[in-house]
């Protein structure tokens, strides 16, 4: 089983749609997660961080779940500028150090 | 944006052949990272630094070296390119590094294609 395992997409979703996306990971020490966006062909940027609580901000709403070792993210009124590829990211210790996994992306199109 | 230039930005070689890729950065951050991004697999930690001099393996370090003589520049360095090693590299740096820190600020890519 992969640590960190996404829904690759792609996900075609007309504007102003709402469209959300999982992603699983297997280490339960796992102890922070985030959301990267990947446009095509240029690095990753922090998206938002995922906050036990569940955390938003704007369109965007993150959420995890521990118990089924999973986090979501909601995009809502989506845009044309939100398409993009959608990275999960966690967080685990890893022999007294820690280690940041990446999944291998959502890729999202948003159709006119 | 963050000031971290890679040189070069595309590169084309053939196997054998040593090839090195730069990581400059203005921010002065202590941590500097050299990741791959392949079709099918998430970024891959190849090697890192928490420092000038200080650095350690990642997960996919064999056939890769590393050194960082000065705190903004981190060098990748492939002794023998081989055509498993095509892949676009992206340097990224982080001011910390715990259990919480998720930002890592990451350069423009460098595409590598070895023939």
């Known amino acids: ?112 | 944006d963050a000031g971290i230039t890679q040189s070069p930005r595309h590169k084309v070689t053939e196997t054998g052949t040593p090839v090195t890729l730069r990581c400059h950065q203005t921010e002065n951050h202590r941590y500097m990272y050299w990741y791959r991004q392949d079709p099918g697999h998430g970024l891959r930690l190849i090697h890192y630094s928490y420092g000038v001099k200080d650095t350690d393996k990642g997960e996919v370090s064999d056939g890769y070296s590393v050194s960082r003589s000065k705190t903004e520049d981190f060098l990748l360095t492939l002794e023998s390119a081989t055509s498993s090693q095509t892949s676009v590299y992206f340097c990224a740096i982080s001011e910390s590094r715990g259990t919480n820190t998720g930002e890592l600020f990451f350069g423009e890519g460098s595409r590598l294609t070895v023939l």
């Open chain 1, 1 to 112: 089983r992969k640590e960190v395992e996404q829904d690759p997409g792609p996900f075609n979703v007309p504007e102003g749609a709402t469209v959300a996306f999982n992603c699983t990971y297997s280490n339960s020490a796992s102890q922070s997660f985030f959301w990267y966006r990947q446009d095509c062909r240029k690095e990753p940027k922090l998206l938002m961080s995922v906050y036990s609580s569940g955390n938003e901000d704007g369109r965007f709403t993150a959420q995890l779940n521990r118990a089924s070792q999973y986090i979501s993210l909601l995009i809502r009124d989506s845009k044309l500028s939100d398409s993009a590829t959608y990275l999960c990211v966690v967080n685990a210790p890893n022999f007294g150090n820690e280690k940041l996994t990446f999944g291998t992306g959502t890729r999202l199109t948003i159709i006119p």
